[in-house]
Protein backbone atom coordinates (compact mmCIF):
# COMPACT_ATOMS: atom_id res chain seq x y z
CA UNK A 1 0.00 0.00 0.00
CA UNK A 2 1.30 3.47 -0.99
CA UNK A 3 2.12 5.58 2.33
CA UNK A 4 0.94 9.32 0.14
CA UNK A 5 -0.33 8.40 -3.17
CA UNK A 6 -0.71 11.61 -5.54
CA UNK A 7 -3.31 11.87 -8.75
CA UNK A 8 -2.13 11.92 -11.83
CA UNK A 9 1.56 11.46 -11.59
CA UNK A 10 1.65 13.42 -15.00
CA UNK A 11 -0.50 16.85 -16.51
CA UNK A 12 0.17 18.13 -19.75
CA UNK A 13 -2.68 21.34 -20.26
CA UNK A 14 -2.99 24.58 -22.20
CA UNK A 15 -2.61 27.65 -20.72
CA UNK A 16 -5.64 28.95 -18.89
CA UNK A 17 -7.47 25.57 -18.16
CA UNK A 18 -8.26 25.03 -14.54
CA UNK A 19 -6.86 21.33 -13.22
CA UNK A 20 -6.50 19.62 -9.65
CA UNK A 21 -4.21 17.54 -8.16
CA UNK A 22 -5.42 14.76 -5.55
CA UNK A 23 -3.57 13.37 -2.52
CA UNK A 24 -4.04 10.95 0.14
CA UNK A 25 -2.29 9.39 3.10
CA UNK A 26 -2.57 6.48 4.70
CA UNK A 27 -0.08 7.08 7.29
CA UNK A 28 -2.77 8.79 9.97
CA UNK A 29 -0.64 11.48 9.98
CA UNK A 30 -2.18 15.02 11.04
CA UNK A 31 -0.41 17.25 8.86
CA UNK A 32 -0.10 17.40 5.22
CA UNK A 33 1.52 19.71 3.03
CA UNK A 34 1.75 20.63 -0.91
CA UNK A 35 5.34 21.78 -2.55
CA UNK A 36 6.16 23.20 -5.56
CA UNK A 37 9.99 21.93 -7.46
CA UNK A 38 10.64 24.23 -9.94
CA UNK A 39 13.22 23.88 -12.65
CA UNK A 40 16.25 24.13 -10.76
CA UNK A 41 15.42 21.53 -8.24
CA UNK A 42 14.44 24.19 -5.27
CA UNK A 43 11.29 22.47 -3.10
CA UNK A 44 9.38 25.34 -2.09
CA UNK A 45 6.45 24.86 0.40
CA UNK A 46 3.24 26.18 -0.77
CA UNK A 47 0.84 25.40 1.75
CA UNK A 48 0.30 23.29 4.95
CA UNK A 49 -2.54 21.88 6.70
CA UNK A 50 -3.35 20.37 10.21
CA UNK A 51 -6.38 18.16 10.98
CA UNK A 52 -7.63 20.13 8.24
CA UNK A 53 -7.10 23.50 9.16
CA UNK A 54 -5.05 25.64 7.21
CA UNK A 55 -1.66 26.89 8.88
CA UNK A 56 0.71 27.57 6.21
CA UNK A 57 -0.10 29.72 3.33
CA UNK A 58 3.08 30.98 1.22
CA UNK A 59 3.57 33.91 -1.05
CA UNK A 60 1.00 31.75 -3.88
CA UNK A 61 -0.85 33.30 -5.96
CA UNK A 62 -4.39 33.27 -5.53
CA UNK A 63 -5.27 31.20 -8.41
CA UNK A 64 -3.99 27.82 -6.50
CA UNK A 65 -6.64 26.41 -4.10
CA UNK A 66 -5.85 24.15 -1.48
CA UNK A 67 -8.62 21.72 0.12
CA UNK A 68 -8.52 19.13 2.52
CA UNK A 69 -11.72 17.31 3.20
CA UNK A 70 -10.58 15.79 5.67
CA UNK A 71 -6.71 14.86 7.46
CA UNK A 72 -6.36 11.72 5.01
CA UNK A 73 -6.60 14.14 2.02
CA UNK A 74 -5.39 17.48 0.59
CA UNK A 75 -6.07 18.37 -2.99
CA UNK A 76 -4.90 21.45 -4.55
CA UNK A 77 -6.87 23.41 -7.34
CA UNK A 78 -5.50 25.73 -9.95
CA UNK A 79 -7.29 27.96 -11.93
CA UNK A 80 -6.01 30.05 -15.10
CA UNK A 81 -3.31 27.81 -15.32
CA UNK A 82 0.09 29.50 -16.61
CA UNK A 83 3.34 28.37 -18.27
CA UNK A 84 5.24 28.99 -14.78
CA UNK A 85 3.08 26.74 -13.11
CA UNK A 86 4.92 24.00 -14.99
CA UNK A 87 6.90 22.45 -11.99
CA UNK A 88 6.50 18.88 -10.04
CA UNK A 89 4.48 19.36 -7.52
CA UNK A 90 5.15 16.79 -4.30
CA UNK A 91 2.44 16.26 -1.08
CA UNK A 92 4.08 15.19 1.91
CA UNK A 93 2.61 14.15 4.99
CA UNK A 94 3.98 14.76 8.79
CA UNK A 95 2.74 13.23 12.34
CA UNK A 96 3.75 16.45 14.37
CA UNK A 97 4.55 19.68 12.37
CA UNK A 98 8.11 20.12 11.24
CA UNK A 99 9.14 16.54 11.83
CA UNK A 100 10.23 14.39 8.64
CA UNK A 101 7.69 13.92 5.89
CA UNK A 102 6.80 11.39 3.77
CA UNK A 103 6.33 12.35 0.17
CA UNK A 104 4.36 11.23 -2.40
CA UNK A 105 5.75 10.41 -6.00
CA UNK A 106 4.94 14.05 -7.22
CA UNK A 107 2.27 15.27 -9.93
CA UNK A 108 4.61 16.90 -13.02
CA UNK A 109 2.58 20.01 -14.73
CA UNK A 110 3.63 20.96 -17.66
CA UNK A 111 1.52 24.07 -19.69
CA UNK A 112 1.66 24.77 -22.95
CA UNK B 1 20.07 35.44 1.25
CA UNK B 2 18.78 31.36 1.27
CA UNK B 3 17.86 30.22 4.59
CA UNK B 4 19.80 26.81 3.03
CA UNK B 5 22.63 27.27 1.21
CA UNK B 6 24.77 23.68 -0.27
CA UNK B 7 26.89 23.82 -3.13
CA UNK B 8 25.14 21.86 -6.11
CA UNK B 9 27.91 20.03 -7.47
CA UNK B 10 27.97 17.52 -9.08
CA UNK B 11 30.75 15.91 -7.06
CA UNK B 12 32.12 13.29 -9.70
CA UNK B 13 34.10 10.60 -7.15
CA UNK B 14 35.14 7.03 -7.94
CA UNK B 15 33.46 4.17 -6.04
CA UNK B 16 34.77 3.14 -2.63
CA UNK B 17 35.78 7.20 -2.34
CA UNK B 18 34.89 8.72 1.20
CA UNK B 19 33.07 12.20 -0.05
CA UNK B 20 31.07 14.94 2.51
CA UNK B 21 28.99 17.82 1.87
CA UNK B 22 28.19 20.65 3.79
CA UNK B 23 25.37 23.15 4.25
CA UNK B 24 25.10 26.28 5.54
CA UNK B 25 22.05 27.77 7.24
CA UNK B 26 21.11 31.32 8.63
CA UNK B 27 18.36 30.19 11.12
CA UNK B 28 20.14 30.21 14.73
CA UNK B 29 17.04 29.16 16.35
CA UNK B 30 16.71 26.49 14.07
CA UNK B 31 16.01 23.16 16.13
CA UNK B 32 16.07 19.87 13.86
CA UNK B 33 17.87 19.03 10.85
CA UNK B 34 17.67 16.53 8.15
CA UNK B 35 19.05 15.05 5.01
CA UNK B 36 17.09 13.65 2.31
CA UNK B 37 18.16 11.93 -0.46
CA UNK B 38 16.42 12.39 -4.20
CA UNK B 39 16.93 10.86 -7.11
CA UNK B 40 16.22 11.37 -10.29
CA UNK B 41 12.92 12.34 -11.51
CA UNK B 42 11.58 10.50 -7.76
CA UNK B 43 10.47 12.09 -4.30
CA UNK B 44 12.74 13.10 -1.49
CA UNK B 45 13.45 10.26 1.00
CA UNK B 46 14.69 11.23 4.74
CA UNK B 47 17.79 9.58 4.78
CA UNK B 48 18.86 10.72 8.25
CA UNK B 49 17.99 13.09 10.99
CA UNK B 50 21.02 15.44 12.33
CA UNK B 51 22.05 15.70 15.89
CA UNK B 52 24.83 18.08 17.69
CA UNK B 53 25.96 15.16 18.84
CA UNK B 54 26.42 13.40 15.66
CA UNK B 55 24.19 10.87 14.22
CA UNK B 56 25.85 7.65 12.22
CA UNK B 57 23.97 5.15 10.21
CA UNK B 58 26.17 2.57 8.21
CA UNK B 59 28.52 4.50 5.88
CA UNK B 60 26.61 7.80 6.72
CA UNK B 61 27.68 10.36 9.46
CA UNK B 62 25.73 13.32 9.31
CA UNK B 63 27.03 16.25 11.79
CA UNK B 64 25.66 19.38 13.22
CA UNK B 65 27.79 22.50 14.09
CA UNK B 66 25.90 25.30 16.03
CA UNK B 67 28.78 27.68 16.18
CA UNK B 68 29.74 27.97 12.50
CA UNK B 69 25.58 26.89 11.69
CA UNK B 70 26.53 24.57 8.98
CA UNK B 71 25.64 20.45 8.72
CA UNK B 72 27.84 18.19 7.15
CA UNK B 73 27.04 14.51 5.50
CA UNK B 74 29.95 12.38 5.23
CA UNK B 75 29.88 9.22 2.76
CA UNK B 76 31.86 6.48 3.17
CA UNK B 77 33.21 3.55 0.57
CA UNK B 78 30.59 5.28 -2.10
CA UNK B 79 28.37 2.79 -3.77
CA UNK B 80 27.45 3.64 -7.48
CA UNK B 81 23.32 2.75 -6.29
CA UNK B 82 24.64 6.46 -4.08
CA UNK B 83 24.14 8.47 -6.67
CA UNK B 84 21.28 11.03 -6.35
CA UNK B 85 21.19 14.44 -4.94
CA UNK B 86 21.15 15.23 -1.72
CA UNK B 87 19.28 18.09 0.08
CA UNK B 88 19.96 19.39 3.68
CA UNK B 89 16.82 20.55 5.52
CA UNK B 90 16.23 22.57 8.08
CA UNK B 91 13.30 22.80 10.76
CA UNK B 92 13.05 26.32 11.74
CA UNK B 93 10.14 26.08 13.69
CA UNK B 94 7.52 27.88 11.43
CA UNK B 95 5.53 24.61 10.95
CA UNK B 96 7.30 23.30 7.89
CA UNK B 97 10.52 22.06 6.89
CA UNK B 98 12.77 24.18 4.63
CA UNK B 99 14.53 22.54 1.63
CA UNK B 100 18.09 23.13 0.50
CA UNK B 101 18.25 23.07 -3.26
CA UNK B 102 19.97 19.83 -2.97
CA UNK B 103 24.10 18.94 -3.84
CA UNK B 104 24.05 16.11 -6.61
CA UNK B 105 26.54 13.03 -6.11
CA UNK B 106 27.83 11.16 -9.07
CA UNK B 107 29.44 7.42 -8.40
CA UNK B 108 31.65 6.50 -11.12
CA UNK B 109 32.54 3.31 -11.57
Known amino acids: DTAVSQTPKYLVTQMGNDKSIKCEQN?????MYWYKQDSKKFLKIMFS???????INETVPNRFSPKSPDKAHLNLHINSLELGDSAVYFC???????????FGSGTRLTVV | RKEVEQDPGPFNVPEGATVAFNCTYS??????FFWYRQDCRKEPKLLMS???SGNEDGRFTAQLNRASQYISLLIRDSKLSDSATYLC??????????FGSGTRLQVQP
Open chain 2, 50 to 52: VYS
Open chain 1, 27 to 31: LGHDT
Open chain 1, 92 to 102: ASSQETGVGYT
Open chain 1, 49 to 55: YNNKELI
Open chain 2, 89 to 98: VEDTGRRALT
Open chain 2, 27 to 32: NSASQS
